[in-house]
T-cell receptor
Framework: SQTIHQWPATLVQPVGSPLSLECTVE??????LYWYRQAAGRGLQLLFY??????ISSEVPQNLSASRPQDRQFILSSKKLLLSDSGFYLC???????????FGEGSWLTVV | AQTVTQSQPEMSVQEAETVTLSCTYD???????LFWYKQPPSRQMILVIR??????QNATENRFSVNFQKAAKSFSLKISDSQLGDAAMYFC????????????????FGKGTKLSVKP
């Protein structure tokens, strides 16, 4: 069966510091990978998606970037965090050509 | 533009009873998919049930079922025999036509309904 893991689960970072959230998927090949953000009391916003290694599409221009160095690894990064980057970040995957999206456990980011 | 509307910010149900959560949507896509996700206090987003728009038969998953009314663009979730573990935020979501090579992941979410289950 397929599983998805992301870490760290909780992160408190000062303004201006870098960020790296990592996500891996197991049990499937060539998945589509996604990063979402959920602000408090709101639905999810798609940040990035990837259909293959090195292929990243950004949905929202911002202070964040994403990379996919390996088939089942997806990384969310920032060089300098802003207060507004605080939120709950969810990695997700779907099968190639599939429309059902499965989410990881999520990561709480607090920028102070 | 695609939209998803959940008109019930909060709902409450007695344990073992049935509750229905409402969702309406709007899309110009001819082929789309609808989902209900559950987000418990742990915050993980868990897929509850999905419905392909081209299927007339309502989807069911154990105690969870949907009432899909395509003409009315309505997609409600019914939870039967409610359990304490069902307490969570429930999100209705829509994704449009499949793009070759895979979904672009642009799930459109409603604002959610917070479900409380009373013992």
């Amino acid at each position: 069966s397929q599983t998805i893991h992301q870490w760290p689960a909780t992160l408190v970072q000062p303004v201006g510091s870098p960020l790296s959230l990592e996500c891996t998927v197991e049990g499937t090949s060539n998945p589509n990978l996604y990063w979402y953000r959920q602000a408090a009391g709101r639905g999810l916003q798609l940040l990035f998606y990837s259909v293959g290694i090195g292929q990243i599409s950004s949905e929202v221009p911002q202070n964040l970037s994403a990379s996919r160095p390996q088939d089942r690894q997806f990384i969310l990064s920032s060089k300098k965090l802003l207060l507004s980057d605080s939120g709950f970040y969810l990695c997700a995957w779907s099968r190639p050509g599939g429309n059902t999206i499965y989410f990881g456990e999520g990561s709480w980011l607090t920028v102070v | 533009a695609q939209t998803v509307t959940q008109s019930q910010p909060e709902m409450s149900v007695q344990e073992a009873e049935t509750v229905t959560l409402s969702c309406t949507y709007d899309t110009s896509e001819s082929d789309y998919y609808l989902f209900w996700y559950k987000q418990p206090p742990s915050r993980q987003m868990i897929l509850v049930i999905r419905q392909e728009a081209y299927k007339q038969q309502n989807a069911t998953e154990n105690r969870f079922s949907v009432n899909f009314q395509k003409a009315a663009k309505s997609f409600s979730l019914k939870i039967s025999d409610s359990q304490l573990g069902d307490a969570a935020m429930y999100f209705c979501a829509l994704i449009g036509e499949r793009v070759y090579g895979g979904s672009q992941g642009n799930l459109i979410f409603g604002k959610g309904t917070k479900l409380s289950v009373k013992p």
